[in-house]
């Protein structure tokens, strides 16, 4: 089937997945570095759920003053436009999905006015444009697993708040989450019986020393761990060689890394995780 624009014609493009144009519905602040973005219109019906609680998209930013062909299809772009005028990419967790009041909800980390997302989602007042491609993703709480560890910083906090939501009611969950200081938790629900952490910087935790001083209950884990990159890289050190977890048991990946631009740390990722 031929995906669909929000005028109904032939799909627009992003790189292979279709680009949803939407419109903001409204915006909230969850916590003082913590932005939700309600997004939504006809455009959402280019917008097919994929199932999984990783689920992302990729929020395209357009150059200012660049008008971009319609339909908008960035392999097109790309061939046809020099670099400089691409439109700018950044990934972000689906945190809700509601086909029935028809929103899609996405949680944006505020740094204050650096940064490309943020400043922008700040400044977002509904009825703004909002494009989207995809949706991605891997990861879903599996039911057989006898324990789940779920571990990650503001990046990953949506991701892991959607997983809590869908584990099963006699899940066994463990969720270490790190953020800057006791105003940036945030309300998490969960049928399961989840022991959630919350770790704070201005406090001097430390992910990877919570997750060493952990005792592993038995049985088969499933790894959720997620976030800045040098804290993953050695977690995936220690839960591979260190606690023999199976590699198929995790997903684990560094979403950002301290000192690098978005497009910097894409370039060096596969090299740095490997």
Known sequence: MADRTESGQPGQRGGGKPVSRLRVLRTERLTPHMIRVVSGGEGLSNFVPNGFTDSYVKVLFGVPGVTYPEPFDLRAIKAELPRELWPKQRTYTVRGYDPVAGELVIDFVYHGETGLAGPWAANLRPGDEMLVAGPGGGYAPNPQADWHLLVGDEAALPAIAASLEAMP??????????????????????????????????????????????????????????????????????????????????????????????????????????
């Open 169 to 274: 009611a006699d899940a066994r969950v463990r969720a270490l989450l790190l953020v800057e200081n006791e105003a940036e938790q945030q309300p998490l629900a969960t049928k399961s019986a989840a022991e959630i952490s919350w770790l704070h910087r201005d406090a001097g935790d430390d992910l990877v020393a919570a997750v060493r001083a952990l005792d592993f209950p038995p049985g088969t884990m499933q790894g959720f761990v997620h976030g800045e990159a040098g804290f993953v890289r050695e977690l995936r050190g220690h839960l591979l060689n260190e606690r023999g977890v199976p590699k198929t048991a995790l997903s684990i990946s560094g979403y950002w890394r301290l000192g690098r631009s978005d497009e910097a740390w894409r370039a060096e990722k596969a090299t740095f995780m490997a």
